[in-house]
């Protein structure tokens, strides 16, 4: 995956969680298959916290609804 972590532009929902991504929240930008992942599901994915993400964003977007990662398979 070709993945940047990026301030969204547009809102949208995370390709993993389907939590909402509104405009101007930080998120990774897959730029081969087009679909934003959330801090927190990037995070689970990788095993490590984002390190150009704020306090409040390495936990996610700051947002209650979030429901973070999904577990188990695919």
């Not at 990026?6 to 939590?19: E, F, N, Y």
């Not at 990037?42 to 990662?69: F, I, K, M, Y």
């Amino acid at each position: 995956m070709t993945a940047k972590l990026i301030r969204l532009r547009d809102a949208g929902t995370c390709s993993r969680c389907v939590c909402a991504l509104p405009p101007g929240t930080r998120g990774w930008w897959d730029t081969e298959m087009l679909v934003a992942t959330c801090l927190d599901c990037h995070s689970a994915s990788t095993g490590e916290a984002s390190h150009s993400a704020g306090p409040a964003q390495v936990l996610g977007n700051g947002r209650s609804d979030c429901p973070g990662p999904v577990s188990g398979g695919a």
